[in-house]
Each structure stands twice: as structure tokens, then as C-alpha cells.
């Protein structure tokens, strides 16, 4: 399978079915992402777009269908592996812990190939948390939060990042 630059995606899935329990979520997602490509999902409350990052991810694990990521099937595959495999994952409740620092929450990521940024970098992408380093986690605001949720991904060199509602709590 070819996107429209002719290039095998990074990122295909194919016919995704997941459930909660016996309730039947997504009914046959289809998607490409590229290589240096951005794609966004769009769709009303409850349609399924968390469900979806959630699947690939593998944190549902009823599920099925074909996610091809890289050239390795990930259906089913559990959230260590997956995250192993290079998918970074920044869920909608940012997961920061709020007894560690900003300089704690950004080094507790595991690095999982080369390539990612360095911790100067990132303090020049998002100058708030340089100034914030030492504050512990939630005690920052929910723009700068979620900063530091996608700050601490950039980090592991993942190839792939999946981002649920990346934009709450930032101004454009
Ligand atoms: N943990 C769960 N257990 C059971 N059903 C769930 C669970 N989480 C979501 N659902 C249901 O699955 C469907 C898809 O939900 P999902 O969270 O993927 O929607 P969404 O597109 O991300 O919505 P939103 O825009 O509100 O974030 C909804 O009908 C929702 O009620
Ligand atoms: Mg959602």
C-alpha cells in the first residue's frame, strides 16, 4: 500500500474494530500517516477518535484488524511493546506526576532509539518549562502541563507520536 507521495506509510490501518467489553466502538477505521506527515482526526463527541489512538496503542486489546506500523503488525500487540516499537503516546489526561519536577517528569520516559531531542533543545522549543524546571508537575498550569506531556515524548526518539486533543489548554 502507497500514500499519495507513492512512499509505503509509516503508519497504516486497515479495517479497526475495537470494543468496550460488548460494546462495539470503532467500526472499521481506516488511516495512512507518512513519514514526516501530520494527520489529524476530526469528528463529534463519542465518535471514537480516543478509542482509535487508544487501539493502536494497544491499551484496548479487544480489537481487531490490521495496524501496520513500520512493517511490523501491532494488532493486539500490548501498550510496552508498542511503545517499544516507536509509538509515543501523549493521552488527554497528560499523565504528569505531580510529586516529581518538570526536570523528574521529562527524564522518566524510557529512550527508546536515537534521534530524539536533547533537554536543551526542548527547553528552547518551550521556554515555560525551563523557567519552571524545578516546580513540581501540577503545579503548573494546564497549558504548561501539557507542554511538558509532549516535551517528555520528544525526548525517547519515538517515530511516531499520537497526541489526544494536543491543543487543550495552549493558545495557538
Ligand atoms: N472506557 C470505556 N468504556 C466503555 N465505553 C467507552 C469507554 N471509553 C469510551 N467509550 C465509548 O466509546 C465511544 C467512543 O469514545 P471515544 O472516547 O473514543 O470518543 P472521542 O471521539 O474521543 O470523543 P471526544 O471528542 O469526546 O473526546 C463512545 O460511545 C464512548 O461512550
Ligand atoms: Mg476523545
Known amino acids: 500500500m502507497t500514500s499519495e507521495h507513492g512512499k509505503k506509510p509509516l503508519l497504516s490501518v486497515r479495517d479497526l474494530h475495537a470494543w468496550y467489553g460488548e460494546s462495539h466502538a470503532l467500526h472499521g477505521v481506516n488511516l495512512d500517516v507518512a513519514e514526516s506527515e501530520t494527520v489529524t482526526l476530526l469528528g463529534r463527541n463519542g465518535v471514537g477518535k480516543t478509542t482509535t ?30 511503545a517499544h516499537a516507536g509509538l509515543g503516546f501523549v493521552p488527554e ?31 528552547e522549543l518551550f521556554p ?9 508537575g501540577t503545579k503548573l498550569s494546564g497549558g504548561e502541563q501539557q507542554m511538558l506531556a509532549i516535551a517528555r515524548m520528544l525526548r525517547t526518539g519515538v517515530k511516531l507520536l499520537l497526541l489526544d486533543e494536543p491543543t487543550e489548554g495552549l493558545r495557538p
Open 53 to 82: 489512538l487508544r487501539a493502536i496503542m494497544g491499551i484496548i486489546r479487544k480489537c481487531k484488524g490490521v495496524i501496520d506500523f513500520a512493517g511490523q503488525d501491532l494488532i493486539r500487540t500490548p501498550l510496552h511493546r508498542t
Open 128 to 136: 515555560n518549562l525551563k523557567e519552571r524546571r524545578n516546580s513540581q
Open 93 to 123: 489526561e497528560r499523565g504528569i506526576f505531580a510529586t516529581l519536577s518538570v526536570d523528574e517528569n521529562l527524564l522518566l520516559p524510557p529512550v527508546v532509539s536515537d534521534g530524539g531531542m536533547s533537554i536543551d533543545e526542548i527547553f
